[in-house]
């Protein structure tokens, strides 16, 4: 199973090394960063599933971080808030500009454990390897590689679903173009990103993504793509 990857952002070192190895000791896949800066470059090439943020940082406030992620990366990222302002107006302010959850300085092991899990027990509920993922009217089967759209399928080149499947299991989430073009080519270069743009037009077209269907796949400025559930009422899971 691929551990889970988690960016942790402090500009203090005992205490980004003590963040970073308590979730490393529980198995996690920690990447660290020391300014809002240096996380924001991450997260524009990487792919994470959860982010532990510090309020304060030397350059840009975890504030404007937190701001950044939820309009360029989506409201489906969790991320953990770290902040010595123990004032309740304070970590509203934090919780109102999308946190999921927070935490009062000095960080204790047991308790940033037991609210990541929380979180990621929250953002990601699948308890087994899906075989198949359910996004409104569309249906991803994992086994055979087909495509469904209201249960009609729809013929991909394998090249083709393996570009979908990414947008799709992070529905409401921006993926950068290199983590996509590394999860699906293995390695990075121009003529690829080109090659990624044409698979992305080829996949939006075959399955009629848009908002008829429920959906729509949005390019992100300088980031990659997201594709977004329009319709809340319909399922969004994976099986």
């Known amino acids: 199973m691929v551990p889970m990857k988690i960016l942790a952002v402090d500009d203090e070192p005992a205490q980004a090394a003590f963040i970073r190895d308590s979730l490393i000791a529980e198995g ?30 030397p350059d840009i406030s975890g504030l404007e971080v937190l701001a950044w992620i939820r309009a360029r990366v989506g409201r489906d990222l969790p991320v953990l808030f770290l902040t010595n ?5 304070q970590l509203v ?11 009062v300085k000095p960080v204790r092991r047991h ?24 996004i409104g009217r569309y249906r991803l089967d994992l ?7 209201s249960d009609e399928p729809i013929k991909l080149t394998s090249r083709e679903f393996n570009v979908a ?17 590394k999860s699906i080519w293995g390695r990075h270069s121009d003529h690829i ?6 698979h992305i037009y080829r996949v939006r077209s075959k399955l ?20 977004e559930l329009l319709d809340p009422n319909l399922t969004h899971d994976a099986e």
């Not at 302002?85 to 107006?89: D, K, L, Q």
């Open 193 to 198: 990103s080109r090659t990624l743009d044409t």
């Open 143 to 149: 086994v055979t590689e087909t495509a469904f759209l």
């Open 28 to 57: 996690f896949d920690v990447r660290g960063a020391t300014r809002g800066a240096e996380a924001i470059r991450l997260l524009e090439t990487d792919n994470f599933n959860l982010v532990v943020l510090d309020w304060n940082l």
């Open 85 to 89: 302002r123990v004032r309740e107006e």
């Open 111 to 134: 308790e940033l454990i037991a609210r990541v899990r929380a979180l990621l027990r929250r953002a990601y509920p699948v308890n087994a390897t899906p075989t198949s993922i359910n």
């Open 165 to 181: 499947v990414p947008l799709f299991q992070n529905c409401g989430r921006a993926m950068p173009r290199e983590a996509l073009i």
């Open 208 to 227: 009629r993504i848009g908002p008829e269907n429920g959906v729509r796949l949005r390019a992100v400025y300088n980031h990659g793509y997201r594709l």
């Open 93 to 103: 302010i934090a919780l109102d500009a999308g946190a999921d959850d927070y935490m």
